[in-house]
């Protein structure tokens, strides 16, 4: 169980001026964890396309919400609208948290 507590981090939902932490949040996941599908520099993200990401929220068919700590982002639900016709009822949910973190409720909230 971590030390930490969820009331000492705050979730919202991320704005553009997050690519840079999420692009630095997604490289330490990749590397802590073998619970996260890419290893690490597999998916090759950039920041600008963190911030095409990020545009996609305006739109309603992508929801990124960002958890902080102290104003270090220490995980992530990345919520977006399946694109086929047949599965426009769905999503797809990818959900990352700092080993750190790991254990405090953050993934549950």
Same mark, same amino acid.
């Given at each position: 169980?971590?030390?930490?507590?969820?009331? /000492?981090? =705050?979730?919202?939902?991320? =704005?553009?001026?997050?690519?840079?932490?999420?692009?630095?949040?997604?490289?330490?996941? /990749?590397?802590? =964890?073998?619970?996260?599908?890419?290893?690490?520099?597999? !998916?090759?993200? =950039?920041?600008? *396309?963190?911030? *095409?990401?990020?545009? /996609?929220?305006?739109?309603?068919? !992508? $929801?990124?919400?960002?958890?902080?700590? *102290? &104003?270090?982002?220490?995980?992530?639900?990345?919520?977006?609208?399946? &694109?086929?016709?047949?599965?426009? $009822?769905?999503?797809?949910? /990818?959900?990352?948290?700092?080993?750190? $973190?790991?254990?405090?409720?953050? &993934?549950?909230?």
């Amino acid at each position: 169980m971590s030390e930490l507590s969820q009331d /000492e981090s =705050t979730l919202r939902p991320a =704005t553009a001026s997050a690519a840079d932490g999420l692009l630095s949040l997604f490289s330490r996941l /990749e590397r802590e =964890t073998p619970f996260f599908p890419w290893m690490p520099g597999e !998916r090759g993200l =950039t920041a600008s *396309d963190v911030e *095409d990401r990020l545009a /996609e929220c305006s739109n309603g068919s !992508r $929801h990124i919400l960002i958890a902080q700590r *102290d &104003g270090e982002l220490i995980g992530y639900v990345d919520i977006r609208r399946a &694109g086929l016709q047949r599965l426009a $009822h769905g999503a797809f949910l /990818e959900l990352g948290i700092s080993k750190l $973190h790991w254990g405090a409720g953050l &993934g549950k909230r």
